[in-house]
C-alpha cells in the first residue's frame, strides 16, 4: 500500500503559462465536486464547482472539465501568476449534506 | 463566498493538556460542520460530522472521547482535544455546510488551527 507521508506531486510552470492540474475520482455516484486551493499554513479556499451533469464549466481564469466516463476532472489556469502558487484539491459528494472526499491534491508552482 | 472563523489560529499546549477550538459559519446557518485533520504534505482527513442539535458521526478510527465535538448552535462547533499529547500535533481544519442558501453543496473552510503538544 501507499506509504505515509509521500510528497505532493509537483507542477511548475512559467508564469503567464496555463496550467492544467488533474484528478481522478473513484465514486461513479459523486453528484458533485469541487476544487479547492491552499496556501501554505491557511484553509482550503473554493475556486470553482461542477455538477455531474455538466462536463464544463468556467470561471474567472478557471475552467473544470469533467469526464464521468474515465472518471476524471482537471482544473485549468489561465495565464498563470505567481499568487496562484498553492495546493489544488479535487474532491467530490454525492447529493444531500454528506462530507466532501478529498483527493491527494498537487502542488503548483508558478516560475517568475 | 461565506465566511468560516476558527480560532485560535495557532496553540502550543503541554501534554495532558485539553485544547478547545471553535468554528464559527459568520454569514449563514450551518446545519453540519465538518472536522479535518491535515499532516504535512497530505490530504485532509475527515474525523467527524457534526449536526446542530444532534451527537457527532465520526469516522472510523477517531476516539469519540479524545475528540469531543459540540455542534450547539447554527453557527458554532467546537472541537475539544482532551488530554492531549505529541501524535495530537496537527492542523485541524473545520468547514461548514448548509442544506440552502449559498453554501448549500459547497463546504467552506475554516483558516485552521495548529496544534502543537509538547
Known amino acids: 500500500g501507499e506509504s505515509v507521508g509521500l510528497h505532493l506531486p509537483t507542477l511548475s510552470v512559467q508564469e503567464g503559462d496555463n496550467s492544467i492540474i488533474n484528478c481522478a475520482y473513484s465514486n461513479s455516484a459523486s453528484d458533485y465536486f469541487i476544487w479547492y486551493k491552499q496556501e501554505s499554513g491557511k484553509g482550503p479556499q473554493f475556486i470553482i464547482d461542477?455538477?455531474?451533469?455538466?462536463d464544463k464549466r468556467q470561471g474567472q481564469r478557471v475552467t473544470v472539465l469533467l469526464n464521468k466516463t474515465v472518471k476524471h476532472l482537471s482544473l485549468q489556469i489561465a495565464a498563470t501568476q505567481p499568487g496562484d502558487s498553492a495546493v489544488y484539491f479535487c474532491a467530490e459528494k454525492d447529493s444531500g449534506n454528506t462530507p466532501l472526499v478529498f483527493g491527494k491534491g498537487t502542488r503548483l508552482s508558478v516560475i517568475a | 463566498g461565506a465566511v468560516v472563523s476558527q480560532h485560535p489560529s495557532r496553540v502550543i499546549c503541554k501534554s495532558g493538556t485539553s485544547v478547545k477550538i471553535e468554528c464559527r459559519s459568520l454569514d449563514f446557518q450551518a446545519t453540519t460542520m465538518f472536522w479535518y485533520r491535515q499532516f504535512p504534505k497530505q490530504s485532509l482527513m475527515l474525523m467527524a460530522t457534526s449536526n446542530e442539535g444532534s451527537k457527532a458521526t465520526y469516522e472510523q478510527g477517531v476516539e469519540k472521547d479524545k475528540f469531543l465535538i459540540n455542534h450547539a448552535s447554527l453557527t458554532l462547533s467546537t472541537l475539544t482535544v482532551t488530554s492531549a499529547h505529541p501524535e495530537d500535533s496537527s492542523f485541524y481544519i473545520c468547514?461548514?455546510?448548509?442544506?440552502?442558501?449559498?453554501?448549500?453543496?459547497?463546504?467552506?473552510f475554516g483558516a485552521g488551527t495548529r496544534l502543537s503538544v509538547l
Open positions: 461542477i455538477r455531474s451533469n455538466m
Open positions: 468547514s461548514a455546510g448548509s442544506t440552502g442558501g449559498r453554501a448549500k453543496n459547497i463546504q467552506y
